[in-house]
């Protein structure tokens, strides 16, 4: 059971960096990057990543609305956050976690 669950979180954050990579690519579209061989790549990939998440994204919206907009909201973070922030992210996690549990001893 507890295999279960780990299993199933590991997907769904499969699914939120899947996500967050299609909405990143979106971004780099127009631009001097987004030619030739790197376009023709990079629809290729949001081709292939769509179709794979797409049914998975669904059936998370069907049976919890709460996770899917977890799920979006991640994305969401992910895809606002600068190059620092996304560097320094797991440092000020644990700094908060650390902080956490002296406040609780």
């Not at 059971?1 to 780990?6: A, G, K, L, R």
Request: a negative charge; glycine letters at 2%.
């Amino acid at each position: 059971m507890e295999e279960d669950i780990i299993r199933f979180r590991k997907a769904v954050k499969l699914i939120l960096l899947m996500q967050s990579t299609l909405e990143q690519m979106d971004e780099l579209k127009g631009t001097a990057v987004y030619k030739r061989d790197i376009k023709q790549l990079m629809n290729n990939l949001e081709v292939k990543l769509e179709r794979f998440i797409a049914p998975h994204i669904k059936q998370i919206g069907m049976t919890d609305e709460f996770l899917m907009m977890q799920i979006q909201r991640g994305v969401d973070e992910i895809v606002s956050m600068s190059l620092e922030d996304l560097h320094n992210f797991n440092q000020n996690k644990n700094e908060e976690e650390t902080d956490s549990k002296k406040e609780q001893e």
